[in-house]
């Protein structure tokens, strides 16, 4: 379902924050700059509504990790701000493999760790907060496959991959990135990440699955356990767990919406732990309805989106965000004109729900790119000057958030 092994291929691979906080950058005085907090089923910035309107770009700390890249990044937001986006959602993790961050379980890359330092203070620069996401939940980039190898070498009998989320070794290791992760100081700004208001919160996978406990019961544990760890650490950040939204026991009859797929998460059971602050939803049409008619497609995508929406607003009473969503362009057939409808059938849902101080907060299309950056390409990229129309819907839909109060 995921397209992840087409886009890293060269890699080998309720807030309790602080009131009026103030980061010091170069020495300069910012002014107020807040953490993002959470205000029944709506983010509140500066006592306001805020609407998490942004991109993904997986890629931010791998090239901002080589100086003379860096000019890529911020190129990537400078681009971005001109379209008034706000939310950056990106990895906080590379594990093994080549140019990773973590070597080994609690040995970290400090090159790559100054890329992520650079990342968050270019974010702050142009205005954008981050959503870092901790671990994958597939191999690229090392991911739990990663995780499970390392325990393997220390002598555990792992069994299989989702071991990651049982094994207490394993479990060690993923709790020591949470803890290097949260209190790395950054180099630049001075500022260490639990205590910077630039990032609006934590990711604690990218797509959690546990395919051998599709009761949901697996990954419902170990978001518990995780998230009262994180939050043990940092209670200034909000956190998500990285879901999909598939569906899972505590609301039976919607699993026809998971379309076969088998991934042991409960949308409801587990944005409800206490420590999960909003829901998130992916969204692929295109690889979920092969071969399919774009009608079949949208007429999924609005009832996905709708049955979300409400969910958050009458179940889970917390934010969601549409975190991941695009339509590739390599696929036979595909043209500017049904991305473009994709987006405005993601946006309109978000708009309709938010207009009416609802639980949509905000949608992150995947994945935003700049030029100098072909080997990145995998047919979901948006390149603002070479897709106007799109670039054109985007900022559309962020001035309309914006003037929504």
Not at 244 to 251: I, V
Not at 323 to 346: H, V, Y
Request: glycine share 8%; charged share 20%.
């Amino acid at each position: 379902m995921k397209h992840f092994g087409l886009i890293l291929f060269l890699f080998g691979s309720t807030i309790l924050g602080q009131e009026n906080f103030v980061v010091n950058i170069s020495g300069e005085e910012e002014g107020n700059y807040e953490f993002i907090r959470v205000k029944g089923v709506q983010f509140i910035s500066n006592g306001s509504p805020f609407y998490a309107n942004g991109f993904n770009a997986y890629w931010l700390m791998y090239i901002a990790s080589d100086p003379s890249q860096r000019w890529k990044v911020s190129s990537a937001f400078e681009e971005a701000s001109k379209h008034n986006l706000k939310v950056v959602r990106t990895w906080a993790f590379s594990d093994g493999g080549y140019s990773p961050l973590q070597y080994s379980p609690g040995s970290y890359n400090e090159i790559m760790f100054q890329g992520l330092d650079f990342v968050i203070s270019e974010a702050r620069k142009y205005g954008m907060k981050l959503i870092l996401s901790l671990v994958n939940n597939y191999e690229n980039l090392g991911g739990k496959k990663q995780y499970v190898e390392w325990a393997k070498n220390t002598g555990q009998q792992i069994q299989s991959e989702d071991d990651f989320f049982t094994n207490s070794v394993v479990k060690e290791f993923y709790r020591n990135h949470i803890k290097a992760v949260l209190t790395r100081h950054n180099t630049i700004t001075g500022v260490s990440y639990k205590d910077d208001p630039t990032i609006m919160g934590w990711e604690l996978m990218n797509e959690p699955r546990c395919n051998s406990d599709v009761s949901g019961s697996t990954i419902q544990e170990w978001v518990t356990e995780m998230a009262t760890y994180l939050k043990s650490i940092d209670k200034n950040h909000l956190l998500e767990a990285g879901l999909e939204g598939f569906y899972g026991q505590s609301d039976a009859y919607k699993q026809h919406y998971n379309l076969n797929f088998q991934t042991g998460t409960d949308f409801i059971a587990n944005n409800q732990i206490q420590d999960i602050d909003f829901a998130t939803v992916h969204s692929y049409p295109d690889q979920w309805f092969t071969n399919q008619s774009e009608e079949v497609q949208l007429s999924f995508l609005k009832e996905w989106l709708n049955n979300h929406i409400q969910d958050a607003q009458e179940v889970l009473l917390k934010p969601v965000v549409m975190a991941e969503f695009g339509k590739s362009s390599r696929l036979p057939g595909t043209n500017d004109n049904q991305r473009d409808e994709l987006f405005d059938t993601i946006y309109s849902a978000i708009l309709t729900s938010a207009s009416g101080g609802g639980a949509a907060a905000g949608g992150l299309f995947w994945q935003l790119l700049t030029h100098g950056l072909d080997n990145f390409r995998d047919g979901y990229e948006i390149v603002f000057d070479e897709s106007p129309t799109t670039a054109n819907i985007i900022r559309r839909q962020s001035q309309i958030l914006e003037s929504i109060h």
